[in-house]
């Protein structure tokens, strides 16, 4: 997760607590207008409250066990009250109460310095908008992955058919998704799903509340580069490109190949190899031209420690175009 997307998931909540606030505020004046007796009955909840207080202050333990059973009974008799009369006008008995969009966690996003579940759900939801892929490419995942698009007859150089080869290859992914280990490289001409398998990776990730960051090669150096005058803005980009759990780079090869560029894929790519943590990357290029473009170090980084991936079999954008 990002600086960025935690600042924006933590303004939310502040805008939840307030309407929260406001509400519970709201709901207070209704009900001490409609129902006077409840505000009397609030002022005598506190005064109580007050009482447990200096109870605590006794020193004869006897006393104190004595005063505290006192002012449960007191305190569970108005709290009863109180929802008698809610409810026999006709409110629900937690209508002054019921005032949160997560009663688990009554909008801060934390129980117990744990992130509430439905923090993880926003954490999920801001990921996947911020990946650059959720308007276009909203229906790429692997539930949608087309099989009938490849062939299956046998293709001499695979020893099977492409189809039997790309369920392999789907099955791999999937079970990356579930457990990120190792990195991958998928490699291939242009249309073959590289690009789709990247998205569906990440969907699923996203979907198993595993933290990752999805982006274009182009987009990804742009930003990067955008942001090395903004010490703040670019220590918060890098930190989320190098520390993030799974890295997702699609099409590497389509930005402005150059020692900036290049140094800024050696600097990723050794950073994530030396902490273990997990980067897919699909190109166009060959191995032969990854080494070409970028340099020895990178491409020796790249094909020694990444599982390579090539894909096989028909332009996929040209078929869905001629089927419609």
Known sequence: MTPEIYSKIMNEYNFKQTKAAKLADRRREEIFYNIPRIKDISEELGEVSVLMAKTFETENLDKRAERLADIKRRTEALLNEKKQLLTSSGYPADYMENVYVCPI?????????EQCSCFKASVREKMYEDSSMKSENDSECFDEFRFDFYSDKINPKLGTSVRRYMEGVVKLCKDFSSAPEGNILFTGGTGLGKSFLCHSIT??????????????AFSLFEKLIKNRFDIDSEREYKDSVFNCSVLVIDDLGTESINKITASELFNIINHRLINKKPVVISTNLSPEKIKEAYSERISSRIMGEYR????????????KKQKG
């Open 105 to 113: 966690c009554k909008d801060t996003g934390f129980v117990d310095n």
């Open 203 to 216: 969907k699923a990730l996203l979907d198993n509340n595993i933290d990752v960051v999805c982006d274009t």
């Open 308 to 319: 390579v991936i090539p894909l096989f079999g028909p332009d996929i954008r040209i078929l």
